[in-house]
Structures are given as C-alpha cells and as structure tokens.
C-alpha cells in the first residue's frame, strides 16, 4: 500500500479558515486554531443575526405606520384592523414606505380605513 501524504489537503483547509478570518484583530487572523474557533462563533452569529434582522425591520415599520397614524387620531392596532375590514392588503413594508415618502396616499388610505371602521357596527356594550 503507497503511503499517502496529505499536506496539501490541510493546507488547503487551513487556507480557507485563515480566509475567513482575514482583518480579525491579532491571533484570530493567523492562527488555525483560534481562527477556527472566530470563524464558526461569527458564522453562528450570522445565522442567528439574519433571523433577528427581519424582527428588527418588521418593528421599525410598524412603528413608522404607528407615528404616521397617530398624526391622524387612530392607533396603530385599530388602523390595521379597519385595514382587514377595508379590504386593503398593503404589507407593513410598502404601508411605512407610504407613510414616509407618500403622505398624501397614506392619508387616502386611512380616510379608506376610517370610513370601514365607521361602518362596522359598534359592539354591544
């Protein structure tokens, strides 16, 4: 049996680590050990963070159709539900989106809502 050298498949692997680390600040960066260790906290890190970003962006535009609607005298959870009631299927992105850069469209909108909300039965006390 040939004796098999495997130098360069570790060279290789280590090569790819020492990639990934590259611009961590002192033995993170040159060192396979620790760079390994650096590597697979900040890809558990990225993983973890990809989930969180969507929370965060889904917050900030619900708190952007929030001040938006509160200008005009409704609260963020009556406004989406005179949304449901009014037929309109406008995500929460697009709905902010409105709210900052198109305030007029916006204001057409929650004249839709105000007018479904009015419609709607009041509930027996």
């Known amino acids: ?14 090569k790819r680590v020492l990639e990934q680390a590259k611009g961590y600040f002192g033995r993170r960066k040159n060192t396979i050990r620790i760079a390994r260790q650096a590597v697979e906290k900040a ?3 990225a993983y973890r963070d990809r989930k969180v ?10 708190q952007r159709i929030n001040a938006a609607v509160r200008e005009q005298g409704l609260t963020y959870g009556v406004f989406m539900h005179g949304t449901k009631l009014a037929g309109i299927e406008i995500d929460r992105k697009v709905m902010a989106d409105l709210a900052m850069h198109e305030p007029d469209i916006f204001k057409a909108i929650i004249a839709q809502v ?3 909300l009015d419609a709607k039965p ?3 006390a």
């Not at 040939?2 to 498949?9: C, D, E, F, M």
């Not at 970003?53 to 619900?62: E, G, V």
């Open 122 to 124: 009041a509930m027996a």
């Open 53 to 62: 970003k969507k929370r965060s962006f889904r917050a900030l535009w619900i």
């Open 1 to 14: 049996m040939a004796r098999v050298k495997r130098g360069t498949t570790t060279k290789a692997r280590h």
């Open 43 to 45: 890809g558990q890190y």
């Open 114 to 116: 105000q007018t479904a």
